[in-house]
């Protein structure tokens, strides 16, 4: 006569379950062509992207694209939570250009309105409106 199996429990499911929904996660995989960067898969609320990520340039406009950081993982190398921390979308306007005239105002620009706009000239002595002021 056959002994009857022993039941069976189901196995427990893994400490660290894997996120889904609302889930930001990149896989770094290769270098880019120039060595710059790095090729990425990301995958953000359940849709599938390729993409490259590059370090970020002092100076260099952001020009629509999005500033993240990543935080690699210890279980699986080269698999990164993704943290927003500028997103592209907001602010871009058509073209990577905002309308109105450019705001400048560092220590260079100052200088040189100084440069361009001083009164190299000494006032008129005697005769004549004293300029200086205007």
Not at 30 to 54: Q, V, W, Y
Not at 110 to 115: K, P, S, T, V
């Amino acid at each position: 006569m056959a002994k009857p199996k022993p039941a069976t429990r189901p196995k427990a499911a893994p400490k660290t379950a894997p996120k889904t929904a609302g889930a930001d996660v990149a896989l770094v995989h290769s270098p880019t062509e120039d060595g710059k960067g790095a090729r990425i898969l990301r995958l953000r609320d359940g849709e599938l992207s390729a993409g490259e990520i590059r370090p970020v340039v002092e100076g260099q406009p952001l020009a629509g694209r999005e500033l993240v950081r990543l935080h690699g993982r210890e279980e699986q190398p080269g698999v990164c939570d993704v943290e927003v921390l500028h997103d592209g979308a907001a602010g871009a306007t058509e073209g990577g250009r905002a309308s109105g005239p450019a705001r400048v105002s560092s220590d260079a620009y100052r200088r040189g309105w100084g440069q361009v706009f001083a009164n190299d000239k000494t006032p008129p002595k005697g005769d004549g409106p004293d300029r200086s002021l205007n």
